[in-house]
């Protein structure tokens, strides 16, 4: 069974710093195309940043306008992990964050529907 378990969401002030987590389990992603979206509270779930394969130990990324310079993604292979650090956080970055597993590889994915495999997600509150 594919699990997606997301961990390190929580309570920030606003200019602070969290890494999430993305915990996979059942089969390996490490080929995938993986992403992290978000949904804050009366908004639509919305892209946040993506990674695809390339070669072995070789991904590139991509990330919202809204995100860049202040978000990283990154995977680790050995951990079959999905990471997010976030720094520099602010107030509109209040949501649940989610990560998520394509079925398929080598492309950047920026919609829900590219996606097969989603974690429950983890609450992320900035406060100002």
């Known amino acids: 069974q594919v699990q997606l378990v997301e961990s390190g969401g929580g309570l920030v002030q606003a200019g602070g710093s969290l890494r999430l987590s993305c915990a996979a389990s059942?089969?390996?992603?490490?080929?995938?195309?993986m992403g992290w979206f978000r949904q804050a509270p009366g908004k639509e779930r919305e892209f946040v940043s993506t990674?695809?394969?390339?070669?072995?130990?070789?991904?590139?990324?991509d990330r919202a306008k809204s995100v860049k310079g202040r978000f990283t993604i990154s995977r680790s292979d050995a951990k079959n992990t999905l990471y997010l650090q976030m720094n520099s956080l602010k107030p509109e970055d209040t949501a649940v964050y989610y990560c998520?597993?394509?079925?398929?590889?080598?492309?950047?994915?920026?919609?829900?529907?590219?996606?097969?495999?989603w974690g429950q997600g983890t609450q992320v509150t900035v406060s100002s």
């Open positions: 998520a597993a394509s079925p398929s590889s080598g492309q950047y994915y920026y919609h829900e529907h590219d996606y097969r495999y």
């Open positions: 059942g089969h390996s992603f490490n080929q995938n195309t």
């Open positions: 990674t695809k394969w390339i070669s072995e130990g070789l991904y590139f990324t």
